[in-house]
């Protein structure tokens, strides 16, 4: 196994800060991913890309290499010795649940979780490995803050009204006591037509050039004010004094040649990487999603500050560009139902498990082992 010591030439300074954010994807013939859809009997069929007909095979050799430091991979015991006695919740929409269902599969290959507990449509679901004492759930929701959605005579518009300063009850309810790791995130529900409240009172909206009467903000304006409320509410738990918040940076998506339903699609087979990489990570996922990608870091320091002297810790989980800015061939695209259920237009939003976004646990424990 490898370790986490930085690589440094003769002379060096060891730094304690290790920056897995910046280095290459590099294909290993012989690299294998820890479990499979075999093995792991947890994997959503929406996310098991080889059961809905996936063919190539060659997304899951490459390895994330950092520039500075090494990565060490995914270890079970290791994962156990951590969080035995613990509870870690993912806190955000359904990425973020594709990131516990990733982390589940991960130490299901040597204790089988029990299904403790899930709604009907699978937002709110805890697992629990006894032999280690040991939960795991997701809180879903959409912004992170309370939200409305706005309606025409009956019918959804999927337009919403967010109230940046009120955090979403629907999960902030919902934190058991004693939690040790709140992994939070949003994003992908803000890239749309959204107006924003503060006070009770409307201050803007996003993504509504057509109304002149209207102040007309970024969509990392609202991002950030919505982390920034769910931070506050975590600083402010009481009952959480040990409470490890970690927030994850955007997960871009990378739809080509249209929209979600108008036939966009995510058919590479390989990583962006060369020296045209980053001018094609951007393309692909968006000038809006990459401007973004440092709103996180501003909003985490934030709540460090006000957390010092309080016992508190937060952490980055930095993925963005790093990770998943280079993975386009890591979606389900049309792999994400059977033929039967296949409803004309492709998952570029959500990853194959197993697949890149494991990675993303690799950088998760890296951070807890600190």
């Known amino acids: 196994m490898m370790n986490s010591r930085p690589k440094r030439n003769p002379g060096e300074e060891l ?41 190539d095979e060659e997304f899951l050799q490459w390895r994330w290499e950092p520039e500075k430091c090494e990565l060490p991979r995914f270890e079970t015991k290791t994962i156990f010795s951590i969080v035995s006695g613990k509870k870690m919740a993912f806190i955000g929409d359904s990425v973020a649940r594709n990131q516990m269902e990733s982390l589940l599969c991960l130490p299901s290959q040597e204790e089988a979780p029990l299904d403790l507990y899930k709604d009907a449509k699978d937002r709110f679901w805890t697992w629990y490995f006894p032999g280690h004492n040991f939960t795991i759930m997701v809180l879903w929701t959409k912004f992170l803050v309370a939200s409305e959605e706005r309606g025409i005579n009956g019918y959804p518009t999927v337009i919403f009204d967010l109230h940046l300063d009120k955090v979403d009850e629907s999960w902030a309810l919902k934190l058991p006591s004693q939690l040790n790791y709140a992994i939070l995130s949003d994003s992908q529900w803000f890239f749309r037509k959204n107006n924003l409240y503060q006070g009770g009172r409307m201050i803007g909206c996003i993504y509504c050039k057509n109304e002149s009467n209207v102040k007309q903000l970024d969509v990392g304006f609202a991002i950030g004010r919505a982390l920034r409320s769910a931070l506050t509410y975590t600083n402010n738990c009481e009952e959480r004094d040990r409470l490890l918040t970690l927030v994850r940076t955007i997960s871009p998506s990378h739809f080509e040649n249209g929209t979600w339903k108008t036939g966009r699609s995510c058919n590479r087979t390989s990583p962006f990487r060369g020296e045209s990489a980053e001018k094609e990570e951007v393309a692909a996922a968006g000038d809006g999603e990459w401007a973004v990608r440092a709103v996180p870091m501003e909003e985490t320091g934030r709540a460090r ?10 952490e980055v989980l930095d993925i963005t560009r790093a990770m998943m800015m280079m993975r386009p061939d890591g979606h389900p695209g049309s792999h994400w139902r059977t033929k039967k259920q296949k409803k004309g237009y492709n ?19 890296a951070i807890l082992r600190k």
Do not use: A, M, Y
């Not at 690299?31 to 859809?37: G, Y």
């Not at 500050?305 to 937060?314: A, D, L, Q």
């Not at 959500?350 to 998760?364: A, K």
């Open 347 to 365: 998952d570029c939003v959500h990853w194959c498990l197993p697949g890149p976004i494991d990675t993303w646990n690799d950088l998760l424990l």
């Open 305 to 314: 500050r006000r957390g010092e002297g309080r016992g508190r810790r937060f």
């Open 15 to 55: 730094t304690s800060i290790l920056d897995f954010r910046r280095g290459k994807w590099v294909f290993h013939q012989e690299f294998t991913p820890l479990c499979t859809n075999s093995s792991c009997q947890t994997i959503p069929v929406s996310k098991n890309c080889f059961v809905n007909v996936r063919k």
